[in-house]
């Protein structure tokens, strides 16, 4: 009798061995191909569209064991996929970054195509494979191809089939709807700006599509897109309703096992059909339970859609006068936060300290690769003289050149760039200039040369959230403001604005042309 039970025991571990993939079935590894493919594309910035050699002027194509360490997302991937000692991960070359960032324009369709080409093949030559993790963004904008992300999955689909899980992390600022989980199993999205958990989101992943590949979790899955759109500096999670919002994510995921909730948030500077919030929600095989999670976190975010969009920040006047209050009370280091430059040349801050005398500044950092490829030419060498206007070059938002006289501090290679200067004048100032936006989010980036940063008492920052990492949450700030910008430009809170061609603002909290109260 005992021996009879034992025998049907083992048969239905066997039955139950058949429902897994082939590599668990034989007892060998799951083969996991790891991608990435990154861009915050700002299509209203004047730095003109990132084509192929955009996307490899700051390093080459990444290949093999390099796309394995590319980022948090990854890293976080590849540390939970070893834990475990069951997958092989294949990275797949990947393109890395574009030059300038999120300050370049639209992507171009062909660069598009030309790297997703030879992914595809690099895919094709891997097979079989039993899974694909996808280290995106989210806020990628490519012409003529609305939803990039989700024609990502969707090609890729098309390569390994219906039954090979595919699972990607993305930033909460990415723009997306229900299209990329139709062609994907799962989606994870920081739930901190700054982005603190992107390390733990590239866990989260490899932990569910083992699940999945395990044969232990059947992805059923829900999308809300709330019809609300927010500009980035309102997204900052260390307040209320911002942290609220991933509060009650968070409180899904504790009462039930096995659910994922994630919310992004958009990026406004996309001028794309999918723009805006969304909620993604994945459980395993109860697809009542992520439509209802999906319903309520749609309806929460919708009843506090006031508080979260409605805020106001000083003009650069006003925020220097708060700035030499909090220095004459002993409150500094001061930091003002530039939230609206996306292309990183603005001067209305820079000329408002000059004119009221502001000693001690540190800016960090304003674009002007003309001025770099004038100094470039002269060849200048630290100590020569500095006397040149700077910056406001872009346009009418940029504000006006600033002239400035002092003198070259330090001339040469830096954060990926060949060449950026930092200039001493004034009062004991410093002036960094870079050859594209650079967004400084802790002072030891600035601490470089023989510049200290703890011999400043005002620092300039062209950021919105994430300089809170170093100078906010860790109490090094005494006094923080976030500087708007005038006139209706983009970058500000003022996206009504601009000149959408493809998101559909019209219809989106709070500048649709009516309420849906």
Not at 177 to 189: H, I, N, P, Q
Not at 243 to 267: C, K, L, N, Q, T
Not at 269 to 274: G, Q, T
């Amino acid at each position: 009798m005992r021996l009879t039970i034992l025998l049907l025991l083992l048969v239905v571990a066997l039955l139950q061995a058949c429902n897994n993939s082939e590599s668990a079935l034989l007892n060998e590894p799951f083969r996991v191909a790891v991608l990435r493919y990154q861009h915050e594309t700002c299509t209203f910035c004047p730095g003109g569209d990132a084509d192929i050699e955009a996307w490899t002027k700051v390093r080459p194509v990444l290949k093999g064991k390099e796309v394995l360490e590319a980022g948090s997302y990854i890293r976080g991937f590849v540390k939970r996929a070893k834990d475990y000692e069951d997958i092989e991960l294949i990275g797949i070359s990947s393109p890395y970054t574009v030059f300038g960032g999120s300050s370049r324009a639209w992507n171009t369709e062909e660069s598009f195509d030309h790297f997703m080409g030879k992914m595809i093949q690099e895919i094709k030559s891997q097979m079989p494979l039993d899974g694909v993790y996808l280290a995106l963004h989210g806020a990628m904008a490519v012409r003529n191809i609305p939803r990039p992300e989700a024609e990502i999955a969707k090609r890729i689909r098309a390569v390994v089939g219906e039954n090979v899980p595919i699972v990607g992390t993305f930033d909460l600022h990415g723009n997306e709807d229900e299209e990329f989980l139709k062609w994907a199993d799962g989606a994870f999205v920081t739930k901190r700006y700054p982005h603190y958990d992107a390390f733990l989101q590239g866990e989260r992943a490899a932990h569910y599509i083992r699940q999945i590949m395990r044969g232990d979790y059947e992805p059923t899955k829900a999308s809300r897109k709330p019809p609300i759109l927010t500009p980035t500096v309102v997204q900052w999670t260390g307040q209320s309703p911002s942290m609220d919002i991933m509060e009650r994510a968070r409180r899904w995921e504790s009462r039930h096992p096995d659910v994922f909730v994630s919310v992004f948030y958009g990026f406004p500077w996309s001028d794309v059909p999918d723009v805006g919030i969304a909620v993604h929600v994945m459980t395993n095989n109860d697809q009542v339970l992520a439509d209802s999670i999906a319903d309520d976190m749609q309806d929460y975010i919708w009843r506090i859609r006031e508080p979260l969009v409605n805020r106001g920040y000083p003009m650069p006047g006003e925020a220097v006068d708060l700035s030499v209050s909090a220095i004459v009370q002993g409150k500094t280091p001061v930091v003002l936060g530039d939230y609206s430059d996306r292309p990183g040349d603005a001067t209305w801050i820079l000329q408002e300290l000059i004119n009221k005398g502001v000693s001690k500044i540190l800016y960090g950092t304003l674009r002007d690769e003309n001025a770099l490829d004038l100094l470039t030419k002269q060849n200048a060498q630290v100590g020569d003289e500095f006397d040149m206007a700077v910056g406001g070059f872009t346009g009418e938002q940029a504000g006006s050149p600033v002239r400035i006289q002092g003198t070259i501090r330090y001339f040469g290679p830096k954060w990926g760039y060949d060449k950026i200067a930092a200039i001493e004048w004034g009062d004991e100032n410093m002036l960094i200039l870079t050859p594209a936006y650079e967004q400084v989010t802790t002072p030891g980036q600035l601490r470089f040369a023989d510049i200290e940063p703890n011999d400043y008492e005002v620092f300039v920052v062209k950021s919105r959230v994430h300089f809170r990492r170093g100078f906010d949450e860790t109490g090094y700030a005494k006094t923080i403001h976030v500087v708007d910008a005038p006139g209706p430009w983009f970058g500000t809170i003022r996206l009504d604005a601009l000149d959408y061609q493809y998101a559909p603002i019209d219809k989106l909290y709070p500048y649709q042309n009516k309420l849906d109260q």
